[in-house]
């Protein structure tokens, strides 16, 4: 089993665990067409990111994935972390995309 399967069965499974949760999938387009709005948009998804997670506090986990994707014709079409309760590495993840 790859190391990426394993951390996801266990994101899983610690979120199985604990009663609540909320799953928060974001997506951007980050298509050439949106060069002049990128900046913007990778802010306020962070802004979202950390609002979700501190009105969620202690009562419900919170994982978040995110889905940036372009046009066909572009390499790599997209760029995707999925689920996990980690909100730093999906938002090192979209400063990074």
Request: charged share 30%.
């Amino acid at each position: 089993m790859s190391a990426k399967k394993e951390k996801v069965d266990k994101d899983k499974a610690a979120a199985k665990g604990s009663g609540k949760l909320l799953e928060l999938g974001l997506i951007c387009d980050c298509t050439s067409s949106m060069w002049s709005w990128i900046d913007r948009a990778k802010t306020t998804l962070i802004q979202i990111i950390d609002n979700t997670v501190a009105s969620c506090g202690s009562n419900l986990k919170v994982r978040v994935c995110f889905v940036g994707y372009r046009d066909h014709s572009d390499t790599p079409r997209f760029s995707i972390i999925d689920f996990t309760e980690d909100a730093k590495a999906v938002r090192d993840f979209i400063n990074k995309t």
